[in-house]
């Protein structure tokens, strides 16, 4: 796709576009005429540069995602995980990014178009992240190689996020999150 036609600028003015009319409506009644009027821009432009609904929502939300697990190396797991939960606080981003899964996780199961693209953009990468951290804390000696809650860690970090809104009707914070890692992760990879 012709991405280059776009300035950086003006990307992310529409996928912070494409962002507030997902909070706003939610994915099944986000159009790309809704975005196309939002933006000021043409149908033809976005589909253009995105393939559709799925490709354009997984890229504004990986464009306006700040907080990374592949830009986080403190030198320790624990230190890691601490600066995430303390970039997720600073920003707001955990209450943010959990209203928009819960907005999603619907979507998703009846549109496999937008589920691969949230792999391939949004999930991926972090798990990749997140693997990355677990193996330098592997290589660090925090973490036995052989320890089986390894596999399950993305599980265990999502589950959390998402657990937490349905069981308290509540989004996770820093409090819960930093909590969650010292009760059950840390203790499940033997850190």
Not at 99 to 112: C, T, Y
Request: proline share 4%; aromatic share 4%.
């Amino acid at each position: 796709m012709g991405r280059s036609r776009l300035t950086p600028e003006r990307e992310g003015e529409l996928f912070n576009a494409v962002l507030e009319l997902l909070r706003e409506v939610g994915y099944d009644a986000l159009t790309m005429d809704a975005v196309a009027a939002r933006t000021r821009s043409s149908k033809a432009t976005l589909y253009r540069q995105w393939q559709g609904k799925p490709e354009l929502v997984a890229r504004a939300l990986r464009h306006c995602k700040p907080i990374s697990t592949a830009d986080v190396d403190t030198g320790s797991l624990r230190g890691d995980f601490a600066e995430l939960v303390r970039r997720a606080d600073d920003e707001g981003q955990v209450e943010k990014d959990a209203a928009l899964m819960r907005g999603l996780g619907m979507a998703i199961h009846g549109n496999p178009e937008l589920h691969q693209a949230l792999h391939e953009v949004l999930l991926d990468p972090e798990v990749t992240g997140l693997n990355a951290m677990l193996q330098r804390a592997i290589d660090r000696g925090e973490i036995a190689a052989g320890c089986p809650a390894l596999q399950f860690a993305p599980h265990m970090i999502v589950g959390a996020l998402i657990a937490q809104q349905l069981i308290e009707d509540r989004a996770a914070d820093a409090a819960f999150l930093s909590a969650y890692l010292d009760a059950v992760v840390f203790p499940a990879l033997g850190v």
